[in-house]
């Protein structure tokens, strides 16, 4: 299990209220995804277009991270 702390960065530099896609209840601006598999999808609602995610706050994990896409 990979513990990664995140949160969305808005457009305009503020940070988003996190939902999970399905759950409908607020997580605040940011939380801790437990990662268990090689890969694990999370889909979030209502991120606004032209944000960008922040990874691994206050070095969640002990890991090295390629994005791709």
């Known amino acids: 299990m990979i513990p990664l702390k ?3 960065i808005g457009p ?3 940070e ?3 939902k999970l896609k399905g759950d409908g209840k607020s997580l605040g601006t940011d939380t801790v995804l437990r990662c268990e ?3 694990d999808t999370f889909v979030f609602e209502n ?3 032209g944000s960008v995610p ?3 706050r206050d070095f969640s994990a002990p ?3 390629t994005v791709e896409g």
Do not use: F
């Open 37 to 39: 598999n090689e890969e």
């Open 12 to 14: 305009d530099g503020k």
């Open 63 to 65: 890991v090295v991270m």
């Open 16 to 18: 988003v209220e996190l």
């Open 47 to 49: 991120v606004p277009e």
């Open 54 to 56: 922040s990874l691994l």
């Open 6 to 8: 995140m949160g969305i």
